[in-house]
Structure formats: C-alpha cells, structure tokens
C-alpha cells in the first residue's frame, strides 16, 4: 500500500474532472485520478452541443435560458442553480473558445448556434439556436480541449486507477473528507490518497440499463462510494431515455439532427410528433419525445417486422448539410446499420442516457450530507452529482454546460478550501475496506458469474424501470434486484493475477450497479407522480401538493448487519417561476 | 403524410431491422501474453456463435464473459469515439468495436493481437505512455500572446475548415502503431502527434506555429516519415493523416501556414 499527499484529489478525467482540474492545479497541488485515460471518457460521445444565450444569430437571452431549463426539468430544478447555470454559460462557451475549442462558425466568424430540444424563445414560443456546437462532435472536442489545457497547466493525472473508497472522517462531531482509496490497474496495488479536498466527478451509471448510450465504463463508482459511506444520493429515480438511440444497440443519435430539421416518422411515415407537441414537434424535450414514440410503438405504429421501433429520417435535408454538420452520425449509422442515411431513414428507439440524480451538492459543488449540512472538503460535479439544474428531466446540451459551469465552480472552491485548511488524519487503516473486498473477489469460489448478474440486471431495468412505469413492474425490478444482490455476493472471477485484472474490476464494478439500481428503484416506487423523466402510469399526473420535493436516498445499516434503504426529502428552492402546466 | 423514401424500403434497410439472429461459428484468434503465467506470448483459439452484425469487441466480450475471464483488453464507449480498443486484427489497425464481423469474413480464423510499436503489457493491452509524451511533446494547446478578447476570437468558417480534418483525433494510436518508422524507431514522434501539431499550427487563432515547426524540424521529427500511407489506412475517423504530414512539411520548407 501506498500514500500519497495532495491538497486537491479529482476523481475522474472527463468533462468536469478536467475542468476542475485547470481551475485546481493553478491554485494547489492537484491530482486527478482516472480508471481509463484522460481523453477516453464518455464526454467525449457528446454531440449535439453546449447551451449558451450569447445570441450569436437571433435574439436569446439568459432568462429565456433559465425558464426552459426550469420547465424542462419539470419544476424538479433548484432554480437559484439553474440561474448561475445560464448565465455562467455564456462565460463558459467563451472560456471555452479561448482555450482553443474550434466551434462552427457563422457567416461574421462568430460561435454558430443550432436549436435542440426544449430551448425556445420567449418562454416557449417557438424553437431558439442556442445550442453552440462544433460539427456533431462538441463533447469530442470539449473532452480534447480540456485535455490540451491539463498538458498546458501542467496536470498531474494518475491514469487507470480505480477510486474504490471515500474516507471520511469524525473531526469534531463534523464528518469530513480526509482522502480516497484507489486501485491501480497495471499492478493491483492499493493506494491511499490523503487530500484536503477530494472532487467526485467520476460520471454517470447507465450501465444498469440494457439499451444505453453509455459506455461500459460508467458503472457509477463515485455515487456508490458516497452512498455506502452513508452520504444521500439525491433523485436518483429520474434517468433520462434520449429518443433517438440506434435500435437495440442504443448509440447515440444526436437530437441535433432533429435541431437540423430531421423528423421522427412512424411506420405510416406520419410525423407523429405534431400529435404530441404542437408547437415544438421533434423539439419537445426528451422525456416527451421518447414517451410519444413508446406510445406510437405501443399503438402498433412502429416501425420494422417487430414494429419496435421507428424512423429518424433526415432523408429531406440536403447530403452538404449532412456532412457539414451530421458527419459522425450519418458514418454511425452507415457504419453500424449498413444504410445509407442521405436515402434511408434511421431506425431508432428510447436509450437510457443520463442520470439527473446524483451526489447532492449547493452551487459551490459542496456535497451535503443531509438537506443542509456541508461536508467540509468534500465537492462534487458533473454526471456524478445533483446540484440540481436538470430537475426531472435534463435539456439537450445543458450537460456539456453542466460540467463546465459546476467543474469550474467546484474545482476553484476545492482548491481555496485546500489553501485554508489541514489534512484531516487518514482512520487507522485507511484502506481495510478496499483491501478486504479486493481479496474477497481474487479468493472467492462462488458458482456465479458477473455475466449472467449483470445481463439480469440490465434486462429487469429495462423491462420494469424505463420509460413508463408502475407500481408493480418497480416492485418486480426491486424484488429482482434483492435477488441478484444476493446472488453477487457468492460471485466469483476467474483472473485471480495482480496485473490489469479487468475481471476482477468488472465485478467491483457490477456491485456498484447493484447498489444503485435498487435505490434507483426503491425512490422511483415512493414517488407516486409523474414528472419529467419518472413516468407512473398508474399516476399519470404531476402532484406538486405531494412530491414538489427531492428524494433523498439513505443507506441504512441495522445492528445485525442487514442493510435498508430510508427516503427522506428535500424543498425544492423556487425563486421567481411558479409551477405550471408543462407544453411543448 | 407519408413519403416516398419510407414507402420504398431499401434492401439495405430491410437488413438493417431484420432483427432476427443468424448466428455463425467464428473463431477468433487471440495473441496472449502474460507475464505473469509466461514470459512467452502464444496464440489461442475461441470458437463462438456470433451474429455477423456483431463487432470485433463483441466477440471479445463473450469470450472474457462467457469463456476466459483472463483475456485483457481495453475498451470504454464501444461505437468508435472514445480512442481504447484499437488493436490489429487481420493485420490491420482498427478499432475492435468498429469493425463488424461480416466486413472482415467470419469464414475464415479472425486474428487479433495488440498494436505494434508500444510494449505489450498483457494480452491486448500495450503502454501508451511513450505515445502520450510524444502528443505533449508538440504543444498541443493553443498558444497566443497578447490580451484575451472579451468576446470570442473570430475565425471564417474557411480558416475553421482548414484543420477541421484533424480536430477528428481521438488519440487511439491506430495511425502511430501502422507505422513501420515507429515500429523501428521509437523515438520519432509518429503520425498522430504530428496529426495534433498540424491542428494547432493550421488554426488561424494560434501564434505557437513556429514554435511547433521548430519541434517537428527535429531528427526525430515529421521528416522521418517516409509516406507509406499506413497512417492514413489505419485512421478510423478518416483522417487524411498522411496529407496532413506532408502539410506540416511543406510548411516547414515554405515557413507559410
């Protein structure tokens, strides 16, 4: 075992790790500590874009920008976050450019601007370009920008090692943040990073889902730290569904093909969108858009033999604009379906993409370790945490921003922290937990496998937990996943070495996802609503009266040793947007 | 409101929602190495039922998942963006999950071995640092003097178009690891690092290119290149690598960029 000082530990190098770590590294000794490489993170599968109201090609503004995020999120959004969130974006896209990020152009040399899903003029009155993209590879080239910058500012990156552990520590009857424990993969050693700040932005946790745009690495490692050191998860029972996933295999489709006109087609070729939403057609916000089309497949309009899916069909946009602007998803679709994107429409379906939930943190990425109390050296940002700004449901391009606006806040708030404050001590061996669980997985002899657990698991989320709801499939997939949960606990593996044991870390791994798609589960069961990305067919109806409140998600451990989950929840802060009726 | 494009189906559409399985037995050809078991590398063989729809990376994964939990390879977003799972198969450079089985005939043995030039650490898995240091080593950031407009930098869409071929980099080494002056001199700085100054010193905004020229002029610099196109084969975002090298040359004789 190893130990190692720094000032500011970051958890994870994509988007708002690196983020952070530029605003960090110039103020104290920084480390960033990644389980892949820096420029391999799921940032980079970003496409469409990165909101800003720099009202570049129409009249925009940040107020606009605020109200759309607000609505968007169903009025779940903290709205003093969302404020800084639009106004900072407009810093931050300039921030951005200045490091080197080689947005479109317009005609006067300026940041081109796109439309996208829910961003609208005045209020909803009509679809506004305020999506600032480079090609349909924006998050491509934020995650290589932020890298190019960590090589300039000298960033000191610890690649492919495994953050398995948050110490926390009693000083004073205060819970604070003394360090983490990680795991390196080329050699299997143990590592003990002391830090006076440590920033979570480790990512998001789809990969409990079947059919996901997500990369197989996003395993929620930061969310199950925290949660399993009795710090809340926050909403974790709202995941976005974007609408337009590759059928079955669920790559990404931007929704900036829709905000370069594409259509969504049933399988009459009806644009079906008009039906649901219509002022915004195709642009509605994603969680309408992706109940519209289940709701088409459910009605037997869908698409393919099985009618299970339907079309994106940018057949009508001219083969220039395409490449100019879609290159990346037009060769996807070439590369993986075989058709040709120009003639052929795209088939499509529901992918699970992105969790609104997270670590709940203020606006100085602070984590809190309840409704209100701060953990003194503890920040969280991006996927990872909830601040929240998306609420119920995110917007398209509010998630590059995210990261940028809250990594930036988090990474200067960390390192000031650092600069005023001592090490907390480390606990009498530091890394017990992370030792114990390494050595359980390399000895074990159980007859089950992490395959099998895990297919379980992603079929269960995606039959019971998805895009519509019930009392009855969420209590399926809570039981199923008490079962598996069982289960893994007589998992064994076969690579028992030291030297870049990836079975060994895919079980760890799978145990994090267990985790959390039984709070996941258990929070969506409790919230009997509907709103934004948590659909409830058998409550098909907002009730602000009941449920204008976070869930807040703790884990419980019983004198015997058995573990439960206990809800609480949290005001929702509303400044100057009252509740209403969300249209598109 | 129908159109026309969806009532006449494309026969390639019509295989693209065939949703049905038609699996195949594919062998694939695994170069193994762990040191920790041998200090020798050694072939091995898996036969598999896969779907010729299926990738590379699918095949992998059922292997690790379903038959040998030791084979080691590195992979993370799996549709060709995030830069991990380039390795050689059939010979050539690719990504493992842009390379569907069908487009490389499952008839035959599918072989697939770690990329050439880094040192292999287990299986499939190489070390990228030299490749890495080969990238900072250029400045790959945008360098500028003077004061920070308050406002964006304005750039024509003709100066952003001029190296928008190589902002594509994802960094996965494919190019660098085709390249026979890689593979026998590890001190040259490879096509993809080049690839990288190239979009630097082509950006209107940068001020660094002199000092990138300077770098790449260097015995072990972009003059080592000996235009086999390799490079350019091996690229799975398409970018015109080789070209590219030969821009960052001319503007090393001509001093214009």
Known sequence: MKIHKYDTVIVGAGGAGMRAAIESTKRSRTAVLTKLYPTRSHTGAAQGGMAAALANVEEDNWEWHTFDTIKGGDYLVDQDAAEILAKEAIDSVLDLERMGLPFNRTPDGTIDQRRFGGHSRNHGEAPVRRSCYASDRTGHMILQTLYQNCVKEGVEFFNEFYVLDLLLQDVDGVKKSAGVVAYE??????HVFQAKAVIFASGGTGKFFKVTSNAHTLTGDGQAAAYRRGLPLEDMEFFQFHPTGIWRMGILLTEGARGEGGILRNKDGERFMEKYAPVMKDLASRDVVSRSIYTEIR???????????????????????????????????RTYLGIEPYTDPIPIQPTAHYAMGGIPTNVEGEVLADNTTVVPGLYAAGEVACVSV???NRLGTNSLLDINV????????????????????LPEDPAKLVQEQVERLRSASGNERVTEIRKELQETMDANVMVFRTEQTIKTAVEKIGELRERYLNVSIQDKGKRFNTDLLEAVELGNLLDLAEVMAVSALARKESRGGHYREDYPNRDDVNFMRHTMAYREVAADGSESIRLDYKPVVQTRYQPMERKY | MSTSTLEKHSKALDAAEDGASHSITITLRVRRFNPEVSEDASWQDFQLEMDPKERV????HKVKWEQDGTLTFRRSCAHGICGSDAMRINGKNRLACKTLLKDI???????VEAIKGLTVLKDLVVDMEPFFQAYRDVMPFLITTGNQPTRERLQTAEDRERFDDTTKCILCAACTSSCPVFWNDGQYFGPAAIVNAHRFIFDSRDEGGEQRLEILNDKDG?????????CTDACPRGIEVTKAIQEVKRALITRRF
């Open chain 2, 222 to 230: 972009v003059w080592r290149c000996r235009t086999t196109f390799n």
């Open chain 1, 299 to 333: 009605e037997g309009r869908g698409c393919g033999p099985e009618g299970d899916h339907v079309y994106l069909d940018l057949t009508h946009l001219p083969p220039e604009q395409l490449d100019a602007k879609l290159p990346d998803i037009t060769e996807f679709a």
């Open chain 2, 57 to 60: 990376l699918d095949a992998l």
């Open chain 1, 390 to 392: 998306h609420g119920a």
């Open chain 1, 406 to 425: 809250f990594g930036r806040r988090a990474g200067i708030a960390a390192a000031e922290y650092a600069a005023g404050a001592d090490f907390v001590e």
């Open chain 1, 185 to 190: 993969l080329a050699t299997g050693e143990i």
């Open chain 2, 105 to 111: 005939n499952p008839e035959k043995p599918i072989t």
